[in-house]
């Protein structure tokens, strides 16, 4: 993990010295001071994103304005990526056409609309619906059950208390019987989300067999202890960390620590019960997925990996994991790792979606 982000780090220091070399070609002709304006106003931008992160426990993190400064930081990323690429495509089409000269407008135009329209996707989650066929019957012999399952909401100065607030209606109108969130609920820091009160949009939620979150990777970020504390008390969701529920009617809910935690439990001790009953796993980084199939795991939910946020992104996530996006069928056991209903950093969906998944579960056998 340190060579990637060693990796992550040299590319985007990297695309930032060759985007603003560039630059400064396509501006040679301009004034002395617009040059040097510009130049200051891009490796601001380039180094922003070490100060939104500095202070994200400040108490200037929680202001308004201050979300609008974290966009724009992380949405650097973004075009450094994009522009990077752009460059390169144009660049090397102008070794077969010396007269070619519009690269660096052609690509900052392009640029532009992508940002656009990811952000419009980004605005816009989409509800999937899945189907689950599980051969086991709950003691009550519920024939069906509809969850609704969420990851990677990210609360706090990136999703804000208004669009959290779009998110609750979103979840609300699906009539679930029960809400599950497989981590990363908080983003950076709790501190933002205490102050914009997110637990009054978060104790709307509504579902009668219960609300259930296991932690991500960013409620150790945020500080696991603070986040647990916040959840439990303050917002009616059920924090399960190597945790399992037993619902009224037998179905086992098993929420996992996140795999920031090397001493989490194995999976094998929390589900080493009746395994008749239906079983259900939140889990929220993507790994063993093997042992929820040996274990006789129902349903497998996860998040994490955004399905990359932005292409090509998108390949990399889906060769580091085994799973990257989407639903698998293994054995008897159902796999879904979702792309999120928010996402961290640059507020853009290229390539991806973000979603709300509904799952339809069947519920067959005999008891």
């Known amino acids: 993990m340190r060579i990637y982000f060693m990796l ?25 001071i617009f040059k040097w304006l510009s130049g200051g106003l891009f490796w601001f931008s380039c180094l922003s994103i070490i100060l939104t992160f500095s202070l994200r426990n400040a108490e200037i ?7 609008v400064f974290y966009e724009y930081s992380c949405s650097w990323l973004v075009i450094i990526l994009y522009m ?6 144009f660049d090397g089409f102008g070794l077969f056409n010396h007269s070619f000269r519009y690269g660096f407008v052609i690509s900052s135009a392009l ?3 992508l940002l656009l329209y990811g952000h419009y996707r980004y605005q816009h989650p989409v509800v999937k619906t899945v189907d689950v066929n599980i051969d086991k019957l709950p003691t009550d012999h519920t024939q069906s059950l509809k969850a609704v399952a969420i990851s990677d909401v990210h609360l706090g100065t990136g999703t804000n208390k208004k669009r959290l607030q779009k998110y609750v209606r979103l979840i609300n109108a699906q009539n679930p019987d029960i809400i599950l969130i497989a981590g990363d609920l908080i983003d950076n820091s709790i501190a933002s989300v205490r102050y914009q009160r997110m637990e009054e949009e978060l104790r709307q939620l509504s579902a009668p067999l219960g609300i259930y979150m296991s932690p991500g990777n960013h409620e150790y970020i945020s500080g696991i202890d ?3 504390e916040y959840i439990t008390s303050a917002t009616g969701i059920r924090f399960l960390c190597d945790t399992v529920v037993t619902l009224p009617n037998g179905i086992r809910i098993v929420g996992r620590d996140d795999a920031s935690n090397p001493s989490r439990k194995e999976l094998r001790a929390l589900t080493d019960a009746d395994r008749s009953l239906p079983v259900v796993v939140l889990d929220h980084q993507p790994y063993q997925l093997k042992q929820a199939e040996e274990e006789g795991v129902d349903l497998l939910f996860c998040g994490h990996t955004h399905h990359g946020q932005v292409w090509p992104m998108s390949w990399i996530t889906e060769q580091l994991f085994d799973i990257g996006y989407g639903f698998e069928k293994r054995g008897n056991t159902s796999i879904y790792v979702s792309s999120g209903l928010s996402l961290w950093g640059p507020p853009f969906r290229i390539g991806t979606k973000s979603e709300l998944i509904v799952f339809n579960i069947r519920f067959k056998g005999e008891r």
């Open 226 to 228: 603070k986040s647990r």
């Open 8 to 32: 992550v780090l040299l590319a985007y220091v990297g695309g930032n010295i060759y985007v603003f070399v560039r630059g400064l070609q396509a501006i040679q002709h301009f004034p002395l």
């Open 111 to 113: 640029t532009a609309g």
């Open 61 to 67: 993190a929680t202001t308004a304005w201050w979300h």
């Open 84 to 89: 990077g690429l752009l460059l390169l495509f």
